[in-house]
């Protein structure tokens, strides 16, 4: 996913042409609209992600705390954006070729003097706000995955705070490792769209805070039982599957970065195919896998298998066949049947299936790359999982450690009882209706 990979020409289709059937290049400046379109609407795609989560999180969280996921959701995509601005661009994409950091404090701005000049120069192949704003909606992905995990007893302010560390710093070093020409992409490393970039990030920040902050109350008994919290509304949740779904295809398809070209149209019609299918994948096989553990179909596990399989396919949606990408989002399915228990084995306490659909879906994702993608090995995609891992699990795990010893980052048991939107917010999420 490097910049520098823009392609600037292409071929286009005959039947678009009136000379007939034979193939033409494009001009340079046809290619620079094409990408710049390309990365702005996939850009609002992924935009829209941030209402999927919203929707998703707040149907998964007891109505109690609906208005404050909500706020958290709306919040987190603002700092992002802004932190994004100030040091997050400069800083992902600003590493020297086979570096670890770029420059901090260096606040972004669109350069694009080059097509305002006397003679117009496109060579840059796309508008540099289009990129910026692309890269920016990846950077807010990253925190949304972090709220829902820690929902429920987690203080709103100090969630923010620790959004903008993780915005503003935390996941720009790590995608320039690889995005900005860092050193994970002078071995090698191959991560199209962000399995582990993107998504094991969250992921890993997510875990760290969720040791850190504890289960909810009454979550699990002494006996290690496990007490199911049922969320609010399912059906929003199931609405928020299907905006990810949606929005899913911007994540994926814009991550070609080009659209200049008929060959790059015919790359992101296949990455969409393969997209849509890892997700389909994904949610049969955790329905069965789910029916045969549990007897039932748990809805849940059917939505975070939706999520798993996109997560699983986003390291390398481009090389699959169509069967390769059923399976690699099948697999990505049972895993969140099979992490799920696994977590409330250790007390962890993930109240929408977060670490599981991004974090174990993301390793999974990244380490198999490698079966449909000749230019990527086994052995450097693991040290991709691994360095991203110990760093972000080191760094997120000293900030909520920080943030718990200054300002504490756990409401009170009386106020988880009576829940976030009272004690936090002062408002409910839905006056007219008893809360559960």
Not at 67 to 91: D, E, H, P, Q, R
Not at 235 to 246: C, D, M, Q, R, V
Not at 314 to 319: I, K, N, Q
Not at 337 to 361: E, Q, T, W, Y
Request: charged letters at 10%; a negative charge; hydrophobic letters at 50%.
């Amino acid at each position: 996913m490097l910049k520098n990979l823009i392609k600037f020409t292409g071929l286009v289709g005959g039947a678009t042409l009136l000379a007939g059937p034979a193939m033409a290049e494009v001009s340079s400046e046809t290619a620079y609209v094409f990408n710049t379109f390309l990365f702005l609407v996939c850009g609002f795609l992924v935009m829209f992600m941030a209402a999927g989560f919203a929707m998703l999180e707040s149907g998964m969280v007891r109505s109690k705390n609906a208005a404050t996921i909500c706020l958290k959701n709306i919040s987190l995509f603002s700092i992002a954006g802004l932190m994004y601005w100030l040091v997050g661009y400069n800083l992902m994409y600003g590493v020297e070729e086979g570096g670890y950091v770029g420059a901090f404090f260096d606040i972004w701005s669109a350069d694009d003097s080059a097509i305002a000049a006397e003679e117009a120069d496109f060579s840059g192949g796309y508008a540099s706000g289009s990129d910026w704003y692309f890269q920016m909606v990846f950077c807010a992905t990253t925190a949304s995955i972090v709220s829902g995990t820690v929902a429920e007893r987690m203080k709103l302010w100090p969630f923010l705070i620790f959004t903008l560390f993780l915005t503003g710093f935390i996941y720009p070093i790590v995608g320039g490792w690889e995005w900005g020409t860092g050193w994970l992409d002078a071995m090698g490393f191959s991560d199209f769209a962000g399995s582990t970039l993107v998504h094991s990030t969250g992921g890993w920040a997510a875990l760290a805070g969720a040791v850190i902050l504890g289960a909810r109350t009454g979550k699990y008994g002494p006996d290690g039982s496990v007490n199911p919290m049922p969320g609010s509304s399912m059906p929003l949740a199931t609405l928020g599957a299907f905006i990810l779904w949606l929005g899913w295809f911007g994540f994926n398809g814009g991550s070609q970065l080009a659209l200049g070209s008929g060959a790059d149209a015919a790359a992101i019609s296949n990455i969409f195919i393969n997209t849509n299918m890892a997700a389909a994948s994904g949610v049969v096989a955790a329905m069965l896998v789910s029916t045969a553990l549990y007897g039932k179909v748990d809805l849940t596990m059917a939505l975070n298998g939706a999520i798993g399989g996109l997560v699983s396919i986003t390291a390398e949606p481009l090389t699959p066949s169509i069967g390769a990408a059923v399976f690699i989002g099948a697999v990505g399915g049972v895993l969140v049947v099979i992490a799920v228990p696994l977590l409330d084995k250790f007390k962890i306490d993930d109240v929408v299936g977060a670490i599981p659909a991004h974090l174990v879906c993301g390793i999974w994702g990244t380490l198999i790359v490698p079966l449909t993608n000749s230019d990527a090995t086994y052995g450097v995609q693991a040290i991709g999982v691994v360095s991203v891992g110990i760093f972000t699990l080191i760094a997120s795990g000293i900030l909520w450690s920080i943030l718990n010893a200054t300002i504490g980052i756990r409401i009170s048991e009386e106020e988880e009882m009576a829940g976030l939107d009272k004690s936090e917010l002062g408002m409910e999420a839905y006056p007219d209706f008893s809360r559960s």
